[in-house]
């Protein structure tokens, strides 16, 4: 018996991560290929890119490493960072900000199309 209560645990186990990998944020190129348009640069030090979010589109929840956002338009975004209420950013074109890694979501709340440069840091590893 306990064997086959020790194989159900397993099982359950097994289920509940492969269904909280789904879960977890992803690449936002690939959640959201509508808004992240193409990567402008991409090397071992950085990616840079092309994003536009329609008025009223949503982004689905992925993540970043630490980033900078710099705005190309005025824009108003709701965000929202895993765990915390929404919060609403308003900017204007020519803004710039460092963002620390996070796992979120956005919603434009405009009635223009936001677009955006969105540079990800990425970490450097090193000879040892």
């Known amino acids: 018996m306990k064997t086959i209560k020790m194989i159900s645990m397993s099982l359950l186990l097994g289920l509940f991560l492969t269904l ?7 690449d936002p190129i690939k959640v959201a290929p509508n808004a992240y348009k193409k990567v402008i640069l991409e090397n071992d030090k950085v990616r840079v890119m092309q994003v536009e979010i329609a ?5 689905p929840w992925h993540s970043h490493p630490d980033h900078i956002v710099y705005a190309l338009t005025d824009g108003k975004l709701e965000i929202t960072d ?5 919060v609403v950013a308003e900017f204007k074109a020519g803004d710039a900000m460092y963002m620390v890694a996070t796992t979120h979501m956005a919603k434009n709340m405009g009635d223009a ?6 540079t990800e840091l990425k970490t450097i590893k090193t000879k040892n």
């Open 113 to 118: 199309t936001v677009k955006l440069i969105v």
């Open 82 to 86: 895993k765990g915390k209420a929404p």
């Open 20 to 26: 909280s990998a789904n879960v977890r944020a992803q």
């Open 55 to 59: 008025p009223m589109d949503s982004v």
